[in-house]
């Protein structure tokens, strides 16, 4: 069992930067692939970038590749997206989420967090 909590959202304005962090609890963190997800308001909730235990495999959304960066830290049982360069349509509520394979699609993943707002004004 997992539990995951993010933080870090807010209000910035195109161009500027954020970064995320998802605190997780149980002893078997780094058992997991850690994900992050976005879903803008009306919009299917959508992949962003996904990492394995100690970094082992990184994958990004093309639309965020070279902005934004993943990283875990599993002596800490965190998670954090670095995101630069931001820009109008990055937009939306960011979860973090816990699964056992690296995949795009978010029914492979079994634990979620309730969720931060990302707001990037133009």
């Known amino acids: 069992q997992v539990q995951l909590v993010e933080g870090g959202g807010g209000l910035v304005q195109a161009g500027g930067s954020l970064r995320l962090s998802c605190a997780a609890s149980?002893?078997?963190?780094?058992?997991?692939?850690m994900g992050w997800f976005r879903q803008a308001p009306g919009k299917e909730r959508k992949f962003v970038a996904a990492?394995?235990?100690?970094?082992?495999?990184?994958t990004y959304a093309d639309s965020v590749q070279g902005r934004f960066t993943i990283s875990r830290d599993d002596s800490k049982n965190t998670l954090t997206l670095q995101m630069n360069s931001l820009k109008s349509e990055d937009t939306a509520v960011y979860y973090c989420?816990?699964?056992?394979?690296?995949?795009?699609?978010?029914?492979?993943?079994?634990?979620w967090g309730q969720g931060t707002q990302v707001t990037v004004s133009s």
């Open positions: 989420a816990a699964g056992l394979t690296v995949s795009q699609a978010p029914n492979e993943y079994q634990y």
């Open positions: 149980g002893r078997t963190f780094r058992s997991y692939v």
């Open positions: 990492i394995t235990w100690n970094g082992g495999i990184i």
